[in-house]
């Protein structure tokens, strides 16, 4: 049937186009089904919705992707198209059924070429989230993630890299870690996501200081220039099914393990990186709640890495609690600009930076010519190289490099203009801190849309507190939100405050 085209300027990362309940009867379909888009010199296939009231009869609504593809045409053929395969193996899944390497990577060609509706891909996270892939079905998820994007060839090596698991507020590290490796000679080329279940993820704290959004041979230029850079691999064509998935993965608030895994390593294996640390963060609240989670995970990012011929090196680090006092861009980034001016700050944050790096250039290994730390050694070389100020003038030069300000000062770094204090309810010591209530109470302040808001932590897990005092500062560019948050934090409040006197048991019955 052929119809004329109205545009919809509205960008939503498929291919969807809009019919009338009228048309779409005489065509014999229903929303979310698949129509066959033809017009002069274009042919794909479209997700279809349906209205009574957007478009009239005869006339098709394009949205924005949709209509790029079919330029100035005025009129289009519409007619039906069978669903991608990848539906019947997303059911495959739910059914317990293990795919194989050719379906999976249907998948992710799928879901690269926008052929998968939101509601499908959330029923992929969903299934993984609760089944996981096992190692096989992983390293072909991983593959097929880095063969259907671009590769970075780089000429030195050996190229290293650090990457998060995540889960734990206020994890900056990166921010210290690249800076130190790259001060110390080793190539870093370090791509980040967006936040998945937190408040700020490394891509949304860099954009403060400079642009984040470079193509593969970009990156390439920049990390050889400096020695590093600290890229959002959503805005490359590097694993370009990561961020489609990660995008659904926020709304939900979940990072299944084994999309985790392939997340991770396909980002890695894409840049060619010869050696990875890798930062699990081990607690509760966090994606690993003991021990024995975290070693299981170690030894299947380990298993994996071996798969792909990239040496990970497991690092588990205490998640019991936030890195550093602050959650939410501007405040993270102020918190590691000051520890990369001043070589201090809080303890949680330079230790874990300094014992990250410091891995790092233990495994930084060229054949022959050795390692750029000894085994043992590579802690305090990391630390020599912040407290000299070498990391604060490498991190000014990746700055300048990636098209920011090489002069910015952690003073310069704004937050949010509205804040309000959250106070001890009593005397006492704080005996319970919950990680999952900072990030929420941070996102509902608005972060990481609004880059000034989050949270300011005064009191840690174990500290002692008189009434009154500031627990928490929270912060955002809006009155509104800070007051949203406000409240919320008081009717579940994410510290716990006790005097030593528990609870006084009577010693008769009250009745
Ligand atoms: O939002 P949650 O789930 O905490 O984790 C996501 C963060 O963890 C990783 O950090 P990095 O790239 O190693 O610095 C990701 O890239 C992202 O920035
Ligand atoms: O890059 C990342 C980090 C954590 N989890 C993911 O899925 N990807």
């Given at each position: ?8 300027d509205i ?5 969807k186009?809009?019919?009338n309940?009228v ?7 229903n929303?979310?089904?698949?129509v066959?888009v033809?017009?002069?010199?274009a042919s794909f296939t479209?997700?279809?919705?349906v209205t009574?009231?957007?478009v ?7 949205f924005?992707?949709?209509h790029q593809k079919i330029g100035?045409?005025k009129e ?8 991608p395969?990848?539906?019947s ?5 739910m059914?317990e059924v ?6 999976i990577r249907?998948i992710v060609?799928?879901i690269?070429?926008n052929?998968l509706?939101d ?5 992929y996270?969903?299934t993984l989230y ?7 079905e992983t390293e072909w998820?991983?593959?097929a993630?880095i063969?259907t994007g671009?590769?970075i060839?780089?000429?030195t090596?050996p190229?290293?890299d650090k ?6 507020p ?6 210290l870690?690249v800076?130190?490796?790259a001060?110390?000679g ?12 937190g408040?700020g993820?490394t891509s949304?704290?860099m ?7 470079f193509s ?5 230029e920049?990390a050889?220039?400096v020695g590093g850079i600290l890229a959002?691999g959503?805005a490359t064509?590097?694993a370009?099914?990561?961020d ?17 895994l392939?997340?991770i390593?396909s980002k890695?294996g894409?840049?060619g990186?010869d050696s ?11 994606k ?5 989670d975290?070693?299981?995970?170690a ?8 798969r792909?011929?990239?040496?990970v090196?497991c690092?588990?680090?205490f ?5 550093g ?6 405040l993270?980034v102020?918190e ?13 944050l330079?230790e874990?930076?300094l014992?990250?790096?410091g891995?790092l ?18 802690r305090a ?6 407290t000299?100020g070498?990391?604060?003038q490498k991190m000014m030069?990746?700055?300048?490099a990636?098209g ?7 003073d310069?770094?704004e937050i949010g203009e509205?804040?309000?204090d959250?106070?001890?309810p009593?005397?006492?010591y704080?005996?319970s801190?919950?990680n999952?209530r900072i ?5 509902n302040?608005g972060?990481?849309?609004d880059?000034k ?7 840690k897990?174990?500290?002692?507190v008189?009434?009154g005092e500031?627990?928490l500062t929270i ?9 949203r948050?406000?409240n919320d934090?008081l009717?579940?409040m ?11 048991y ?6």
């Open positions: 049937m052929l119809f004329q085209v109205n545009p919809f960008e939503i990362g498929q291919y186009v809009m019919l309940l048309d779409a009867r005489e065509l014999g379909m929303p979310a089904d698949r066959r033809k017009a002069k010199g479209a997700i279809l919705d009574t009231q957007m009239e009869p005869g006339t098709v609504g394009i924005t992707e949709a100035e045409a289009v053929d519409i007619a039906p198209a069978p669903k395969a990848s539906i193996y997303i059911k495959k899944m059914d293990n795919l194989t390497e050719d379906q249907t060609q799928d690269v070429d052929n509706s509601i499908e891909i959330s029923a996270l969903t609760i089944r996981n892939f096992d190692s096989q998820l991983t593959r993630m063969d671009e590769r060839h780089f000429d090596h190229v290293v990457h998060s698991i995540g889960g734990v206020g994890n900056k590290v990166s921010l870690v800076p130190i490796v001060a110390a080793l190539l870093i080329p370090k791509t980040s996501s967006r936040a998945i279940t408040a993820g949304d704290l954009e403060i200081l400079a642009p984040v959004e593969a041979d970009e990156i390439k920049i050889e220039s959002w959503g064509n590097i370009p099914a990561d489609k998935l990660i995008k659904a993965e926020y709304a939900l608030s979940i990072d299944p393990y084994s999309q985790m392939a997340s390593m890695k894409a840049v990186a990875v640390v890798m930062d699990m963060p081990v607690g509760p609240g966090t690993l709640p003991t021990a024995a975290g070693r299981s995970m030894k299947d990012l380990i298993d994996l890495g071996d792909l011929g990239i040496r090196e690092a588990m680090t998640g019991g609690s936030p890195v006092r602050t959650v939410g861009p501007a993270e102020k590691a600009l000051t520890m990369l001016e001043s070589g201090q700050g809080p303890n949680s330079r874990k930076s014992s990250l790096a891995i250039l233990e495994i930084g290994c060229t054949a022959g010519m050795g390692c750029v730390a000894a085994r043992g050694e590579g070389m990391a630390e020599r190289i912040l000299s070498k990391a604060h030069e990746i700055i300048e990636q920011g300000d090489p002069a910015v000062k952690s310069d770094i509205c804040s309000q959250i106070h001890a009593t005397n006492g704080i005996i801190f919950d999952k990030v929420e109470i941070a996102r302040a972060a990481p849309a880059k808001a989050g949270v300011l932590i005064h009191k897990m174990g500290q002692v008189k009434k500031p627990l912060y955002s560019s809006k009155d509104w939100e800070v007051q948050a406000a934090t009717r579940d994410p510290i716990v405050v006790e005097g030593m006197l528990l609870e006084r009577p010693r008769y019955s009250q009745i």
